[in-house]
């Protein structure tokens, strides 16, 4: 992690430097002629509406094909249909195609579909979830561990090997896996565990959802650090982006009592719309190259990751996490993916 950064880790991560971002900074929509995006084509999960449904969006008015990977394939449709009616485009430009990213089985039907794929060269790893009561999945992990953390680096690695030999031209190829500022405020409890992972199969003292959210997205950033240097960004550049705090995102959608109320009127003050927000991932895919590789983009700019990622303490817990992470995943052969594209020069 060479970047220079125009803020410390420590401000960044700061409340007041939120407040700010939210309030005044305003990312600027990437430009047809600066992104180089004719003739791809792209994957954006959790598509339906929201952050999603603006990403591709903005990617189709950039000249790229779009796959709207999501749960719901009727309401992918309307998505769908919502694009083509505001676009003058052709009606294969976006594809609808079936992923339940809470699914193991759900992820590996939908590689075995993209490995058919002409040309793949980007892939928006949007689909999560904020859980308001705690919950556990089939696999034992709390859900939004699953689906955030576990589930995005399954579909994150299997993709690997795809865009590597799809990407058109020489150009590495793009996944971005969609994260928040709310990574830099989590309490991470669990890091004195003997195993990370193990922490999470059990039900907490006192449930804290906020707290839950952050860390299953501080866990993204950690296990990106430590995956880009064994992935060659000349292959397959690797970001985390923050799209920010927008309005309609659908974050809040299980919230109820006092807690959505607070809620709306965090969004009253302080939200972004989806299509402000939807700039950033678009630009951590088209304007950085491969020196965005394992970094953290926001408002449109390379900025620090948590504080925590750049002490001896983050540095052994990314490689600790990662270890653990494809262990536990291993029934997908991840370790032989990885080493396989690490090869590719």
């Known amino acids: 992690m060479a970047t220079t950064f125009d803020i410390s880790p420590e401000k960044r991560a700061g409340q ?3 407040y700010y971002r939210q309030l005044f900074v305003t990312p600027q929509p990437v430009l047809r002629r600066n992104a180089g995006l004719s003739g791809k084509t792209a994957i954006v999960t959790g598509s339906n509406s929201g952050i999603g449904l603006e990403i591709a969006g903005q990617l189709v008015d950039l000249g790229c094909s779009v796959i709207l990977a999501v749960r719901d394939e009727s309401r992918g449709e309307k998505a769908r249909q919502e694009l083509n009616s505001t676009r003058n485009i ?15 089985d759900s992820i590996s039907t939908f590689i075995s579909r993209v490995k058919g794929l002409e040309n793949l060269d980007i892939a928006i790893l949007n689909a999560g979830v904020y859980k308001f009561t705690e919950s556990f999945s089939s696999t034992g992990y709390e859900e939004s561990v699953q689906i955030n953390y576990l589930s995005n680096i399954l579909l994150m690695i299997l993709l690997l090997p795809i865009i590597k030999e799809k990407r058109i031209g020489s150009a590495p190829g793009q996944i971005c896996l969609v994260s928040s500022d709310a990574a830099a405020w989590s309490k991470f409890e669990e890091r004195s565990s003997s195993h990370l992972l193990s922490a999470f199969t059990t039900k907490m003292a006192n449930w804290n959802m906020a707290d839950r959210y952050a860390t299953s997205k501080l866990l993204g950033q950690l296990f990106i650090t430590e995956l880009a240097k064994h992935v060659p960004p000349s292959v397959v550049t690797l970001t985390a982006a923050n799209p920010g705090f927008c309005n309609g995102s659908g974050l809040g959608r299980e919230f109820h009592g006092i807690i959505y109320l607070i809620v709306m009127i965090q969004f009253f003050f302080l939200s972004r719309t989806c299509a402000v927000g939807a700039r950033t991932i678009v630009h951590a895919v088209s ?13 449109a700019k390379i900025q620090p990751m948590p504080p925590i990622i750049y002490k001896p303490e983050g540095l052994r817990l990314a490689k600790q996490l990662y270890e653990e992470t494809l262990d536990e995943l291993s029934f997908a052969g991840l370790r032989d993916i990885i080493n396989q594209v690490s090869k590719t020069k």
């Open 16 to 18: 007041l430097h939120y």
């Open 287 to 299: 304007s950085f190259g491969e020196q965005a590789h394992g970094q953290y983009i926001e408002d």
């Open 90 to 104: 052709p009606p294969d430009i976006v594809q609808v195609w079936k992923l339940d990213i809470s699914s193991y």
